[in-house]
């Protein structure tokens, strides 16, 4: 990929993630939340949205975590 088409990616992931969080606020689940708390949601929006990705992100992170914890002791 060259600079240019990562940029269009980049740009277009925090568009998507913009609208989620306006459509979250003003119509969604959380719509009592204030619009930071649904800007936040809207940053990770694909976790958001499939929940099965929040799992096995979460499950890296575990993974990394206890990598660290162990051959930090060492």
């Known amino acids: 990929m060259n600079n240019s088409s990562k940029g269009l990616w980049i740009v277009g992931y925090f568009v998507i993630g913009l609208l989620y969080a306006i459509y979250q606020h003003f119509w969604g689940q959380y ?22 990705i929040g799992k096995i992100i979460g499950a890296i992170l575990i993974f990394v975590i206890i990598g660290y914890l162990v051959l930090r002791s060492r």
């Open 31 to 52: 719509n009592y939340q204030p619009f930071t708390y649904n800007l936040g949601q809207g940053l990770v929006w694909p976790a958001v949205m499939f929940p099965v």
